[in-house]
């Protein structure tokens, strides 16, 4: 994918509202809050556009899209593992934590979307094993 695909696909505006949508679609939901959420998750999103602006190359681009697409992934997991045991030790979450997760998982299917299913594929199943195994 050149870069002018990736980088137009990567801002499409309707990912932005999308996750607005969804975050006020939240019971009580706090705009103040919402704002903070997709301020956060635009500064993702625009540190990838911005790396693979500054690389140029098709190859490189893709694997630092796979990279990303690893860090967002992680980064989902650790906030969702969070948002588990706030659950369970205290009966409710933090709505950043909630938000946070809601976003970035969006913005992990979008990111999703520009990899082969292959790659995806390899990144679950490499994820999936626990720490002792995949080192």
Known sequence: MDLATLSNRLTDPTLVSSIREALLSWPEA????VEQTLTWVKGLRD???????EIDDDEQIEQNLAITYIELKTRW???????????????????????????VSMLLAHVESLLT??????????LAQPIRRAA
């Open 30 to 33: 706090d705009p103040h809050l």
């Open 47 to 53: 540190e990838l556009v911005s790396l693979c602006r």
């Open 77 to 103: 997991i650790a906030i969702n593992t969070r948002i588990n045991y706030q659950l369970f030790r205290t009966g409710h979450n933090d709505p950043q934590s909630v938000f946070r997760a809601t976003g």
């Open 117 to 126: 299913a292959g790659d995806v594929a390899q990144i679950t199943e490499f």
